[in-house]
């Protein structure tokens, strides 16, 4: 079975699938940390996965997408985030 992710883009929030009507889904965007192993290793090891609350489509941030290449390692503090996050797990 293959596990396919979504692109999520810088500051998307809802989720941009459409259903069979052609309808978007707008289901809000959560990170998902609690992802099952091959989730995780699909997606690349320090990936933030992203699910839909309503329609569990998965996303990942779109990396290579940022403005100007080389800023991709300082768009965020993930070690600190990461850190904290892990601690609460939510
Ligand atoms: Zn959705």
């Given at each position: 079975m293959s596990?396919?992710?979504?692109?999520?883009?810088?500051?998307?929030?809802?989720c941009s699938q459409k259903d069979e009507k052609g309808e978007l889904c707008v289901g809000h965007l959560k990170r998902w940390?609690?992802?099952?192993?091959?989730?995780?290793?699909a997606a690349g090891h320090d990936a933030q996965v992203f699910r839909c609350e309503r329609c569990h489509a998965l996303y990942l941030p779109s990396a290579k997408d940022t403005s100007s290449a080389g800023l991709q390692y300082e768009v965020r503090p993930?070690?600190?985030?990461?850190?904290?996050?892990r601690h609460g797990g939510k």
């Open positions: 596990i396919t992710f979504l692109e999520k883009k810088p500051g998307q929030r809802a940390y609690q992802a099952p192993a091959e989730v995780v290793s993930v070690n600190l985030l990461g850190g904290f996050m």
